[in-house]
């Protein structure tokens, strides 16, 4: 055996590793879950194909497309938390006492597991003797609105737990982008007579677009497999309307085992991620400076 | 613009006030693990309770099967990140320093796979391992991690670029094979980023969910996380134990950030700067 085709068996078996988990792990159950699409499958009983029966009982399912609403509607928060974060990032950049304090406090929602930032939230929020609620009365005078148990509010409720949990995290990001702009590039500016507005905005804001597009990005794929938060908060409490597009695949797979339906509604959700990606690989030509 | 003293006063207030609302749940929570179920409710709310019930947290290890979840837990945040490490970094040196029929594809199938969401495939793999018999048992929840993870190889594809071919090489004309390049040479030049992968998949595994959720069923065999979400359905109601699991739940994971802070912060800025 020649030196060139010894290095090729090699360069595979140390790959190896990896290439038999995407066989195993991935490629086989992403056949089989294609196939699961046009089957009909309790997991215990025969396998019958069905043809597109799947595909026709979710869109007719009203589950499915609120699950698929409220999981669109919900990230929505994205926006606003690139926006705090990246107010936050820029203060923690000027900071001048506290900043690793600061940066820790932030941080710890990022870092701790949602299920128990979940828990404290759906605490928090009880209704009527939950201490957000006692307040608004006790204060304020203010009957607290159904935050997790109206299912107007229950989404936007959600956003708000979402918006603090993913600050500390997205500001970290922006920080170190932040930090990569060339100190010298603000000189100037200042000698140019910039204030510190229109150096935000004409300076610091398109040289860290990367960074946002980046976090927008990640945020909103994210974002589309909410799940941790949504099975805390939505346990029986809340009307079955109020579930995320990967709550409704847990519900149909694990629950009711309808794993041809499930398994329709998780190609949605990959097919969805597909499409963000290719777009934002797309947008990410024009829209983003790169120094 | 450091100079002016009355901006970097704004700063500061302004990020103080927004630090009210980040800390409180935490400060909640664990003021309310130390309270009796009728004091939970008061208003004005007691935010450090004058005769702390500390037996809230003997009792809860008496009414969950709480010694196991840690272990649990433990016991898969460990195994996890070593079996990331190991797989991970083996086969991130496969694509950078060897070369091989269909390299370029490969990798590009590499990092097409980061964007399939777990989801997609959750449903095939527990039937995968459900006919292996893994069902309520911790297999299907470290045995994947020893075949790498796309995102860490590619993490550490990026670290060991940076490593100089000279090195390679050098070694080469010193007679050393591949897997000694590999472990002399590479291993120890890769402290950093052996432990920022590590510090990040023990974080990861630690907060896991919808894995353990599905997989496991009895109460002794759950984790730390998802025996959180069956306590605070058994115990519904009863906040001061649910307020004291989360406090226990959350409590290794502050630990270890604290200790690791740098090394955490620096790991995930790096993912952005690594796009």
């Known amino acids: 055996m020649n030196r ?41 009983g025969p396998l019958k194909f069905t043809g597109l029966q799947n595909l026709i009982d979710i869109t007719k399912s009203n589950f499915f497309w609120s699950a698929l609403r409220n999981t669109a509607f919900f990230t929505l928060y994205v926006p606003l938390s690139v926006f705090l974060s990246l107010i936050v990032a820029v203060l923690m950049d000027r900071n001048t006492h506290g900043t690793s304090i600061f940066r820790l406090i932030y941080f710890l929602p990022s870092v701790t597991p949602a299920v128990a930032n979940a828990a404290v939230w759906v605490w928090l929020l009880q209704p009527s003797y939950g201490v957000v609620d006692n307040t608004l009365k006790n204060w304020f005078h203010i009957q607290g609105p159904g935050w997790l148990t109206d299912p107007n509010l229950y989404i936007p409720t959600l956003m708000m737990i979402s ?31 910039s204030g510190v507005i229109s150096t935000f905005f004409k300076i610091t804001l398109p040289l860290i677009s990367p960074s946002i597009f980046f976090v927008t990005v990640t945020s909103v794929i994210w974002s589309f497999q909410v799940f941790d938060l949504a099975y805390m908060t939505n346990s029986g409490v809340t009307s079955y309307y109020n579930i995320t597009l990967v709550q409704y695949i847990y519900q149909q797979g694990f629950q009711y085992f309808h794993i041809g339906e499930a398994s329709a509604a998780a190609w949605v959700l990959a097919l969805i991620i597909f499409v963000i990606t290719f777009f934002e690989l797309q947008a990410e030509k024009k829209l983003v400076f790169y120094q | 613009m450091r100079k002016n003293k009355s901006l970097s006063v704004i700063v500061f207030i302004v990020l103080l006030l927004g630090s009210i609302p980040m800390i409180l749940p935490f400060i909640w929570m664990v003021s309310t693990s130390l309270k009796s179920l009728s004091s939970t409710m008061i208003f004005p709310p007691e935010f450090f309770p004058k005769s702390p019930r500390w037996q809230n947290y003997t009792e809860l290890f008496s009414l969950v099967p709480i010694k196991d979840w840690f272990l649990n837990s433990i016991f898969l945040s460990v195994v996890n990140s070593v079996g990331i490490i190991i797989s991970s970094l083996i086969v991130a040196f496969g694509f950078v320093v060897l070369n091989f029929k269909f390299k370029d594809v490969l990798f590009i199938i590499l990092l097409s796979t ?34 790498g993870s796309a995102y860490m190889i590619f993490f550490a594809r990026q670290f060991f670029k940076t490593i100089s071919k000279n090195y390679v090489d050098a070694a080469k004309i010193d007679g050393a094979n591949y897997w000694q390049i590999f472990y002399k040479i590479f291993i120890p030049l890769s402290y950093p980023v052996i432990v920022t992968i590590g510090l990040l998949t023990f974080i990861n595994t630690w907060n896991y969910f919808l894995g353990p959720l599905i997989y496991l069923n009895t109460p002794s065999k759950m984790t730390i996380v998802s025996g959180l ?22 409590l290794p994971i502050i630990v270890l950030f604290l200790i690791t802070q740098k090394w955490i912060i620096s790991g995930i800025a790096l993912q952005g700067e690594l796009k």
């Open chain 1, 163 to 193: 918006i603090w949990g993913s600050i500390g995290y997205n500001a970290v990001l922006f920080a170190a982008g932040l930090r990569s702009i060339d100190k010298s590039i603000y000189e100037a500016a200042q000698l140019d007579g």
């Open chain 1, 4 to 44: 060139r085709s010894k290095e090729g068996l090699l360069g595979y078996l140390f790959i190896s590793p990896w290439l038999i988990g995407l066989i195993v792990f991935t490629v086989g159950p992403m056949v089989f879950s294609f196939l699961l699409i046009f089957a009909n499958w309790n997991l215990i």
């Open chain 2, 114 to 147: 980061m964007m399939i969401p777990f989801e997609a495939i959750m449903i095939p793999q527990y039937i995968l391992f459900n006919f292996f018999g893994w069902v309520n048992t911790l297999y299907p929840l470290w045995v994947p991690s020893f075949f």
């Open chain 2, 229 to 250: 979400s069956f306590l605070s359905g058994q115990a519904f109601g009863y906040w001061n134990y649910i307020m004291a699991g989360s406090t226990l739940t959350i």
